[in-house]
């Protein structure tokens, strides 16, 4: 399909506008009008500039206000009208989105709306423009596409056709179903949009909550499918209401926009495959990437560090229960281990992790995740516009499918290779044991990152399209100083889990992380263990700095939970925090304080099932954390 | 009254809040449970730092899903609440929030709540404690006050009281006037917050948009009126949950609170003398400013400059038809003048002026309005909390009564003075000539001012209490790089005007303007004029900056209104921007390109009694300013 944007979508002036949705990969682009009225040049100048940038202005939008105005202004509005098709004229698109008419004296009658968009129709017709008739959510009389086609129907006439949204379908609960039984070349223009599902006034919700499908809640395939069911192979255009996109840059949110639509039409084939297999099939239709793989959790992390950070973490670790079982062949490169967990600390000069680390800091640079087909995942990755990454590889040392993840640091794909042969076999020296002093930690649990506020809706997308990922709902978590929000990635088998975490405020702890990194990147890396309090101990006696709870934190649990006062005493002497969920599934956990103010780690035990991140405990962290950051004394326990 | 916060309203540890709160002047407190739980010390600990700080703690709060919880529970429950009973003797408080249960599985029997309730009460009353319970908005079977008063009533215990909340009541469109008719001593507590009126879920609106009293849109007054008339003389107390305070610096934050309980009882107090003036005269209850003065008007402005600002704006004021007509006795400072229009450019050393400089670049560094009585007016700022200023005064030179604004700025309070001479009189030489080439500006219209995006609630508080300024709505209005609110105030009689403009995104033409002053500032200063198009022509011979409008606005303007074409060609010549409202009335106005990059001025013909900014054409004005800034070449015009 033809892919379009709408230049309301963006920030910036139309040609930046322009540059940035041509770059993406658009062929199609939406005029909206008060961008062109505000821009300081001639159409006949966005005409060219479009030429040249390989765009088809596939819409004029919006003329609002007219079908149904009161009879004296009539003559009037067709003025109107025809003032804009010589403007359409001259930017060179032939169709125009005639919204339904929002004013309060606006007429209901049908005929008489039948008889204003038969006229209408007629002067554009006779000038070769065309005109779609779009129900907005909050039409004064028309808020339905089953109303429009019910108009365009009976004016019946050649250059009057539908347009349709799946906002203003979605928003009031409408059915899209009934789509598929409207002759396809009586729909014009298709725009779609995604959004959060909120309880407040459409036109606000409208103008301001929109995004990219994928990034809302709406089912989006269930609209598509019986429009290209019904013959539809028109443009399949963005047109995006958001606070945040007015503010974003244009290039990258642009790139956002053009991958979502892939997404939608990878799963709209989906679903088509199902109940319409020859429209599924049809070529060039809609995108159709390799599938998805499956994953069996994280084969390693690596982190960017120099010698001197390198050794503290690894220091860090060590207490932790990691040992060091291996060195690379050929790079300033170790490998921790226990358990499942495989850690690399790259302090190799010339590579990527040094780049990351001149960037960053010590940061995690690279999460290397099992599938089983490395090859697939990557060609899947880069048909999403992924970007490859290929590194310098040692004489006989394994390459592996990288791709890049939004905040720049690798995602290696990892299978197990055609010679049996592991990452570590053949890039390490391998020193085989594992140190007694083991925690008993298994595997990883999740790695939460930090990202700025407007970054949420691209890791979202980025994971959903790339890696199939599922995204949790939002939960807002109270800071001390300022809310953060959190939704969690995971992968549909749920063998990796990334909760991420915003804010919108300057001073939370968020922000501090995210200041520390200069840009997004690992907050904390929890890791499941066997047992939680054979593991804090151990920590404990190693000198691990674990975060201090406050006692107060153990008398709320005295209230809540019907604990003993020695297994609560324990709690508080470890800080191990504690959650229940409504199933009676448990969660242990523990913090450590932060490694050079930048990520942390911590260790959990779940039990029954509980599948939560310890939200209930992220302020009292978040409290205990301010407190260690502003250098507060810690009070003595027990 | 005893004015009283919750620590929820504000950001920061909780000794940091206790701090802010005792420093804005509240004698009291509530202890939200949460703050203690993450705080690091004991109850005893924040007992005595309260009493240190001289606050009492009002209440402790919440203490949720008591009452009708599942029968098999009960018994755990009033453990629980045992716990916090013990939490609250070591805070020294006798008083505890009950909120209506929300549990799903609540039971909604009224003698089961009425039973719980009084079990609950017979409880803390054998410690001296007393158990308030409140009403929900999102309560699962008891959501308003009525309820309440009946289950308090019924249950009939000395330990069991009422806790009211304008904000549960206002949200579900509820009535407070019965109020009045409950004995006072069943009223254990009030809670004050206000809100803008939002379509949206009721808990989500509750929870994040909540603001100070006077910021928002209930008509408070009207609730605590009743509870006074009731009996009841506990403490007035606020609890604003609110994403914006959560971040805000406490201290400045609490100040607008104290401020903001003022107000409220300042306007209770004046709906009180109508209808129990016997209330409204009792002593130290309510809050007693002198009345608000009228106003007629601006006096003057002042620009703070250095020589080299100062002889750059004259002369840009100079083409705008201002001529120099004084120059300060003792000082630095030169006086222009056209029409009504006094504008001062204070170059002064070691002044407050210099100070401002020093800090903000060229700016609006004072504003001078008319009063009838400025002792008065200052009184009353004064008893609002405002900082008063003295300045350095010359001898024979008047001294003007003055506030300091929330940006830093002076607001001058000018009366006629005993002796009838003007304060040009008395510290000018004047040369009494007034230029030629006057534009024919007749006087101020408005002053707009840039602020960050958490000042806007605090600016809105000052002006309406010292000042009794009106707020009109928030307007929204797009900018090429993200979207700009603006709220206008303005004196009750409309004499003086003042729309402030904020923005979230770091990108708009507000954070540009406010990234130049390093605060808040003037935007730009709009002049009356008697006819536009001489008052342009004019400024355009004298060789003044005007900024240029994108020829594509007024072939809009040409396709919405029916002007000739001469007409046409004359706006778009001179850059006049047009609007027209509902009424017929019509607003011509242009810009200037902004001075130093920082404020501009625009010069405005109003007809027929148009009364906004012509926020239809904001959009246009900042593309322009935006094109302008990125040093676009401008194309030329007709």
Not at 10 to 16: A, C, D, I
Not at 51 to 58: E, M, P
Not at 459 to 468: E, G, I, P, Q, R
Not at 601 to 625: C, H, K, P, T
Request: hydrophobic letters at 40%; one cysteine or more; a negative charge.
């Amino acid at each position: 399909m033809q892919r379009s944007i709408a230049t309301v979508s963006l920030s910036g002036t139309l040609p930046e506008k322009l540059e940035a949705i041509a770059a993406a990969g658009f062929d199609g682009v939406e005029i909206f009008e008060n961008d062109l009225l505000y821009y300081d040049g001639s159409p006949r100048e966005i005409r060219q500039r479009c030429a040249d940038l390989g765009l088809d202005i596939t819409l004029f939008q919006p003329f609002r206000d007219f079908e149904g105005c009161r009879r004296d202004r009539l003559a009037r509005n067709l003025d109107r009208a025809e003032r804009k098709f010589d403007l359409m004229q001259e930017l060179g698109t032939d169709l125009v989105l005639v919204c339904s008419n929002v004013a309060a004296d606006a007429l209901g009658d049908k005929q008489i709306l039948v008889d204003d968009l038969g006229l209408l129709a007629e002067r554009a017709g006779a000038r070769n423009l065309r005109i779609g008739y779009e129900a907005l959510a909050w039409g004064r009389h028309v808020n339905q596409w089953q109303q429009v086609w019910d108009i365009v129907r009976e004016a019946n006439h050649p250059a009057l056709g539908m347009i349709l949204d799946s906002f203003h379908t979605y928003s009031i609960k409408g059915d899209p179903s009934g789509i598929a039984d409207v002759p396809g070349e009586k729909i014009f223009f298709v725009q779609m949009a995604d959004a959060p599902i909120l309880a407040m006034d459409v036109l606000e919700w409208s103008r301001h909550f929109r995004c990219f499908p994928g990034q809302g809640e709406f089912d989006l395939p269930a609209f598509l499918a019986p429009i290209l069911k019904a013959g539809y192979r028109g443009p399949l255009s963005l047109e995006i209401f958001n606070d945040g996109f007015r503010a974003a840059p244009p290039r990258a949110n642009a790139a956002d926009g053009l991958r979502s639509l892939l997404y939608l039409e990878e799963k709209t084939r989906e679903r088509l495959l199902q109940t319409a297999p020859a429209v599924a099939a049809e070529p060039d239709l809609l995108f159709a990437p390799p599938a998805a793989d499956t994953y069996d959790g994280v084969e390693f992390l690596e982190f960017a560090v120099d010698d001197a950070s390198g050794a503290k973490l690894g220091g860090w670790l060590e207490g932790l229960g990691f040992a060091k079982v291996g060195q690379h062949r050929s790079k300033n490169v170790s490998l921790l281990r226990q358990g499942d967990i495989n850690l690399i600390l790259n302090a190799e000069p010339y590579s990527f992790a040094h780049n990351f680390f001149e960037s960053h800091g010590p940061s995690l640079c690279a999460t290397a995740v099992r599938v089983k087909d490395s090859a697939r995942a990557l060609a899947r990755a880069v048909g999403y516009h992924g970007q490859p990454y290929r590194g310098l590889v040692g004489p006989n040392e394994r390459e592996l499918a990288a791709v890049r993840a939004p905040d720049g640091s690798l995602i290696y794909l990892v299978d197990q290779g055609a010679d049996g042969q592991t990452i570590y076999d053949t890039d390490f020296s391998l020193s085989g044991g594992v140190a007694d002093n083991g925690l008993g930690l298994t595997r990883i649990d999740h790695m939460a990152m930090a990202l700025p506020a407007d970054g949420l809706d691209t890791w979202v997308l980025f994971y959903k399209s790339l890696l199939d990922f599922k995204a949790d709902d939002e939960v807002v978590l109270p800071d001390p100083y300022g809310l953060v929000k959190s939704r969690a990635l995971r992968s549909q088998c749920s063998s990796i889990r990334l909760p991420l975490n915003i804010s919108e405020n300057r001073n939370t702890a968020i922000s501090h992380a995210l200041s520390h990194y200069r840009g997004s990147g690992v907050h904390h890396i929890a890791f499941d263990c066997e047992d939680i309090f054979t593991a804090v101990k151990k920590a404990k006696e190693a000198g691990v700095a674990l975060l201090d709870i406050p006692l107060n934190y153990y008398d709320d649990l005295a209230a809540r939970f019907d604990f003993d006062d020695e297994f609560l005493s324990e709690l508080a002497y470890y800080n191990v925090l504690y959650d229940r969920d409504a199933n009676g599934g448990e969660l242990f956990h523990v913090y450590t304080e932060p490694f050079e103010d930048r990520f942390f780690f911590e260790v959990i035990q779940r039990r029954n099932g509980y599948a939560g991140y310890g939200a209930a405990n992220v302020a009292v962290r978040l409290a205990a954390m301010a407190k260690a950051r502003s250098g507060g004394l810690r009070h003595a326990k027990l």
